[in-house]
């Protein structure tokens, strides 16, 4: 299993950005994918993850602003992210797991990650 991450780079404050997670190995549909982000100092957080059956959970800090979506004749989960805010600087990874409810330490195939950077 792989995943791999893309779409970031440098927004402004208030901007939008979507990022990718490109899946390919799975052998099951019955796991789920989440985002996660982790910036300098801080411990990597949960931003949204999308269950087997489409069940979506958005973290409080992006609720409203961050929307997560499945293409699945593409193999990709999309984060739709709108009114950015400079805290939101973060690399972001995707990852998988077989329910979203379980505990990060629970997810796997982590991938390089791909930058967000806000900032005017």
């Known amino acids: 299993v792989q995943l791999q991450a893309s779409g970031g780079g440098l927004v402004q404050p208030g901007g939008s950005l979507r990022l990718s997670c490109a899946k390919s190995?799975?052998?099951?549909?019955?796991?789920?994918i989440g985002w996660f982000r982790q910036s300098p100092g801080k411990e990597r957080e949960a931003v949204s993850c999308i269950s087997h059956d489409g069940t979506t959970y958005v973290q409080n800090p992006v609720k409203d602003r961050f929307t997560i979506s499945s293409d699945n004749a593409k193999n990709t989960v999309y984060l739709q992210m709108t009114s950015l805010k400079p805290e939101d600087t973060a690399i972001y990874y995707c990852a998988t797991a077989q329910r979203c409810t379980v505990p990060l330490r629970d997810f796997n195939s982590w991938g390089q990650g791909t930058q967000l950077t806000v900032s005017s």
């Open positions: 190995g799975f052998t099951s549909s019955y796991h789920a």
